[in-house]
C-alpha cells in the first residue's frame, strides 16, 4: 500500500455492525458488560473490552492503530495533547537521579517542560546538534534518554536519524532515541524505520490538520530493551518482551496521569489523517515557493529544501527533498516585524502550525516569552524572526499577500 492508499485503508475498516464508512464515535464515559466476571476479566486485561475511556475507548483505539501502522511501531498510545505525549514518552523512562540529553531548539513548551522535570529530580543536558559529536561529551552512565524534534520548530533543523541511533545503539550502555516527529509527520520520515526507538507528535498539527482539536500520540518501534538493569523500573515488563514501553505507559503512568484523548477529537484527527498526503503535497510546495519568494526579494529565510539551508543534504536524503511547511525570517527589527505581521491580508495572527489556514507569529514575544534570549536564539528565534506556518492557499495569493506587506515597510 502506498502511502495516501494507506492513509485511507491502513489499520481501518467500515464499521462491523452499521457499515459506517467513518468510525462511529463512542461519546461514553463507561462500558457496560453482562457479569461482575466479565468485567474483572477486562479489568485483568485476560478479556477483550473495553471498561472506562480514560484507559480505553475504541474509537481511540482506532486512531491509535492507524498511526501506529503509519509510523511502523509495535504500539501506539493517544493522548488529551502533543505536550502530555513528549511528557509521557519522557516519564515512562525516567526517574529521580536520571539524566536526558535534549535539543536545544526544541518547540517552547517542550523548553519549558524541561525546566519542570529537574524538580522531579531529571537533570537535562542541552546539546546544540543531536549529532554524536556533540552527543559524546554529554553522556555518562546517568544518561537515560535522548530527545530531539525533526524538523525543530522553528529552528528547521535535521537530525541525521540513522547515525545518531546507531551511535547510541552501538555503545556498551545502549540510549534510547526519542523523536517529535510533529512537524515532519509520516509523509516525510518514519523515524521508527531509521532506527529511532519512541516517535511522538502533537496530533494538533498536521495529523488534524484543520486545528481543531488539540492531541498527541507515542508511538514505540518495541526495539529498545530498556535492561532493567539500567532501567529498573521495567522489571516487571520485561515480560512483554517488544512490547515493554506501551505495556508500562499504558499500565502505568498514562493511565494514572489521566491525561487520555478524548472520542470526538479521536474521530476529527481520524478525518484530518485521510488528506494529509494531499495536504503535506501542497503545504510543501507552497512553502518552498513562499521561501524562493523571500529569497528573491532579499529577505533572510529559513527552509530546509533551499539550496542555502546546512539540512539541504538531510532534507534530500531523509525527507525526500521537501522541507515540511514551516519557514522563517527576519524583518530586521521586532517593529519590523510587527509591522509586516500586521499588514498580511490572509495570514493570521496565531499560535499554531499545521493549520490549513496560513498563521504568523513573532515567536520571541510570544511562544518564547519565558526563555532566556540565549535559549531562544539557540532555538532560532531572534528579535526579528517571523515564524510563518504555510497554508493550503493559492501560492499566488500567498505571495501577493507577502508582497504587498513587504511593500508597505519598504514604503
Ligand atoms: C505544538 C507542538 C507540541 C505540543 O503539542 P500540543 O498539542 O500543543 O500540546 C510539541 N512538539 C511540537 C514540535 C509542537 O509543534
Redesign the pocket.
Known sequence: MRFNTALLHKATKPDKETGATNAPICQTSAFAHDSAETLERVFAGKAQGYAYTRIGNPTVTQFEQRINALEGGVGAVACS??????TLSLLNILSAGDELIASSA??G??IDLMGDLSALGITVRFAEHITPQELEPLINEKTKAVFT?LV??PRLDIVDIRAVADFLHNRSDPIPLIV?S??ATPYLITPLKLGADIV??????YINGSGNA???IIVDGGRFRFPPERYPAFEKYSKFGPMAYIAKLRGGIWRNIGACLSPVNAFLNGVGLETLGLRMERLCSNALELARFFEQRGIEVNYPALERSPYYGLCQSQLGGKGGAILTIRAGSRERAFKLINSLKYALIAT???DVRTLVIHPASTIYLHSSVEARESAGVYDDTIRISVGIEDIEDLREDFAQALDQLEG
Open positions: 495533547s502533543g505536550m502530555a505525549a513528549v526544541l518547540f513548551g517542550t524534534e525543530g520548530n517529535d510533529t512537524t511522538v507528535h502533537s496530533t494538533s498539527k488539540i492531541s498527541g499554531n502550525i499545521g
